[in-house]
């Protein structure tokens, strides 16, 4: 194989590596810094990831039930990291594209080191979703609920944990929850008057 080739093929892994390591961090501190349920900002990143956002009823409801304190909801978090997912894998699909078959077998070459180092960031990719997901509940649900909410937020017991969030023993009434009309953030209008988050009026 071409050296020249070789060694692009080196320097796109080293980068998508680095991509996909910056990516996780920069999904996660958006999912971490946004309202409750989420906002504008939040939207923009489950575009850039290729996904729709929920309805402000069901960002509330899916929080509330994961017994999250803030940040944007669980189902989100995983679309997104499923987002990055696919990006990062279709990305490193064309990266070794390239590569002869079997390269991985060519022990002693130089196509032959590339074999394993493709091998260990697809496996790195395969745990993406989950890694994402255990560190966000972790960082948005008091510690007690952060296990049972990363394994999967259906599970999380929204009476134990009611108290805890900020919407304690809230029933959302669909017809009553709005999306702040300035930054997004979802909540119920009998309760906001100003928006808690940007403090602009409700309606
Ligand atoms: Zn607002």
């Known amino acids: ?5 070789l060694a692009q ?7 998508l590596e680095t991509h996909v390591e910056g990516h996780m961090r920069y999904l ?3 999912a971490q810094r946004c309202p409750f349920g989420g906002n504008h900002d939040w939207d923009r990143v489950l575009t850039q990831y290729g996904q729709e956002h929920d309805p402000p009823l069901k960002r509330l409801e899916d929080a509330q039930r994961a017994g999250q304190s803030k940040g944007a909801s669980l189902n989100e978090v995983r679309r997104a990291a ?3 997912k696919k990006q990062a894998s279709e990305e490193l699909d064309r990266v070794a594209a ?18 394993p180092r493709i091998s260990h960031l697809r496996a790195r990719l395969s745990r993406v979703v989950d890694e994402v997901a255990a560190q966000h509940a972790t960082n948005v649900c008091p ?12 599970f999380a017991n929204a009476t ?3 108290k805890l969030t900020p919407w304690a023993n809230v029933k959302f009434d ?25 403090r602009s009026p409700m309606n």
């Open 1 to 5: 194989m071409d050296p020249n080739q």
């Open 9 to 15: 093929i080196q320097t796109q892994l080293h980068a």
């Open 28 to 30: 996660l501190t958006e």
């Open 82 to 84: 499923e987002g990055l």
């Open 98 to 115: 390239p590569l002869p078959i079997g390269a991985a077998g060519m022990i002693g070459t130089a196509a032959g080191q590339l074999g």
């Open 143 to 154: 510690p007690q609920n952060a296990v049972a909410a990363s394994v999967n937020s259906v």
């Open 160 to 162: 134990s944990t009611a």
């Open 174 to 198: 669909a017809t009553r929850v709005y999306e702040c009309r300035a930054c997004g953030a979802p909540q119920q209008a009998e309760l906001d008057f100003l928006c808690r988050y940007c």
